[in-house]
């Protein structure tokens, strides 16, 4: 069974400029997460997906940030426009349903803006 | 208080003797508790998921729990230099799951 498959798994931009990272679960896993990883800490939220549903975005930056997950499987993470302090690692992660299944990770994009 | 907090490390255990990893938890309601493993350039990995008080083995790793002390552990028995990594705790409650930290841990052969 194929696992969580992310892309891409590097990106250098210019600050100012948009990107997009993507992201499809595991088949049949209804909940989707987009974290944020710096260097030396713990991957942080930005948003969770039930379904088609953002039940949780409170951490993402709203301004500059943006996501969506059409007909509840892919998600495609968006920056408008992005900053120098963005660079860090940018992990998708599903699971079956929930909070409390485990949820696994895609192999991460390495965002750096220049 | 950090919601979920672990020491940062690094631990330095020798090969074959138990490495020990703790993670505390603020969040009384909590209900399920992960062990991710985050080679270094690599996304974690999960190794363990316990949801009820007590001990739950698999292979070389026992997490322990005990929800009135809020309080997860990892124990890594016979440990190997593959298992150098950081080790990842995770919290998961009603509205959120929370990540710790880490521990970067190291394997002296």
């Known amino acids: 069974e194929a696992g969580v498959v992310q892309s891409p798994r590097y990106k250098i931009i210019e600050k100012k400029q948009p990107v997009a990272f993507w992201c499809n679960p595991i088949?049949?896993?209804?909940?989707l997460y987009w974290y944020l990883q710096n260097l030396g800490q713990g991957p942080e939220l930005l948003i969770r997906y039930e379904n088609e549903e953002a039940v949780d975005d409170s951490q993402l930056p709203k301004d500059r940030f943006s996501a969506e997950r059409l007909k509840g499987v892919d998600s495609t993470l968006k920056i408008q426009p992005a900053e120098l302090g963005d660079s860090a690692v940018y992990l998708c992660?599903?699971?079956?349903?929930?909070?409390?299944?485990?949820?696994?990770f895609g192999q991460g994009t390495r965002l750096t803006v220049v | 208080q950090k919601e979920v907090e672990q020491n940062s490390g690094p631990l330095s255990v020798p090969e074959g003797a138990i490495a020990s990893l703790n993670c505390t938890y603020s969040d009384r309601v909590s209900q399920s508790f992960f062990w991710y493993r985050q080679y270094s350039g690599k996304s974690p990995e999960l190794i363990m998921s316990?949801?009820?008080?007590g001990d739950k083995e698999d292979g070389r790793f026992t997490a322990q729990l005990n929800k009135a002390s809020q309080y997860v552990s990892l124990l890594i028995r016979d440990s190997q230099p593959s298992d150098s990594a950081t080790y990842l705790c995770?919290?998961?409650?009603?509205?959120?799951?929370?990540f710790g930290t880490g521990t970067r841990l190291t394997i002296i052969p």
């Open positions: 992660a599903s699971s079956l349903s929930g909070l409390n299944t485990e949820a696994f």
């Open positions: 995770a919290v998961g409650g009603n509205e959120k799951l929370t």
């Open positions: 088949s049949g896993h209804n909940t």
């Open positions: 316990i949801y009820s008080n």
